[in-house]
């Protein structure tokens, strides 16, 4: 009678330890999956305000054009808010920051010079970018939850990271190129962008995770991205740093930086859909 009670009581604790790993497996499942989401709509936001950084320094510079576009894109960023608004995330206090100086931003925005506009847009995604990194970890989607992508911590922090260094540049440059005038402090900032791509298409991309399955599509964004870095980073170089008169046209300028942005989220992307295979 003694042994059936002792296998009994044995055989109940593992069915209660089975069923709270399959739980706690289950509840952390749910918050990867929810946390990616949040991730992509914050994603999504840092892309529209490095957008707007750019078109308002193309504005204050002199091109009339960007001041329509700038009407829309502010209507679609606040949409954008009111979207992840609704979310978990807006109790951490760096949203509650980005609210904050984004509304006192369009209050003041008219009296901002190029240099004052680029500074205070730049801290906005500074705080966005930091608040992806820590919603990556609360979510669990890390390389310890996530074995298969070894580093997926480069997609949350380098990556993104390097997505904002060509908005920068995106941003300095449409400025020069609307003014057609390029400072001695402009030049700095753009060498050290410039220095900045390089290092992103020698090391930062390398280092990212792929499936065994995604290899030949993560091989060829890579190349993708860096042939269009590589020739945006000419023209900065050549046509903006060096040239004695700017002639490059700002609205091409900032379609060029644009079309580099575009080709490193889509690669973002393409970590997240391997992402979501690991977790389906």
Not at 48 to 71: P, V
Request: glycine letters at 2%; aromatic letters at 6%.
């Amino acid at each position: 009678m003694t042994i059936v009670v002792i296998i009994a009581v044995s055989l109940v604790s593992t069915l209660a330890i089975f069923l709270i790993k399959k739980n706690r497996k289950n509840l952390i499942n749910t918050q990867q999956k929810t946390g990616l989401i949040s991730i992509l709509k914050l994603l999504n936001l840092i892309a529209h305000i490095q957008k707007h950084r750019g078109l308002n320094a193309a504005c204050i510079g002199g091109d009339n054009k960007a001041q329509t576009q700038l009407i829309s894109l502010k209507a679609l960023v606040s949409e954008l808010i009111s979207k992840i608004h609704n979310e978990q995330i807006v109790t951490d206090e760096r949203w509650v920051a980005f609210l904050d100086h984004w509304s006192r931003l369009l209050e003041h925005n008219e009296q901002l010079t190029i240099v004052n506009s680029f500074e205070q847009h730049t801290r906005m995604i500074r705080n966005l970018i930091y608040l992806i990194e820590d919603l990556a970890e609360y979510s669990h989607l890390v390389s310890d939850y996530l074995p298969e992508l070894p580093q997926i911590g480069y997609t949350w922090r380098e990556l993104v990271s390097a997505i904002e260094s060509i908005g920068q540049s995106r941003a300095i440059g449409s400025g020069v190129t609307a003014k057609s005038y390029c400072s001695s402090v402009e030049k700095i900032q753009l060498s050290f962008l410039s220095e900045s791509m390089t290092n992103i298409t020698s090391n930062t991309l390398r280092k990212l995770s792929f499936l065994p399955n995604e290899k030949e599509e993560h091989e060829k964004l890579i190349l993708n991205a860096t042939n269009k870095m590589n020739e945006l980073n000419t023209i900065i170089y050549n046509n903006l740093i060096h040239a004695q008169i700017i002639t490059v046209n700002s609205e091409e300028y900032f379609e060029l930086a644009t079309d580099v942005m575009e080709q490193l989220n889509t690669i973002f992307i393409h970590q997240t859909k391997q992402v979501e295979q690991l977790l389906n």
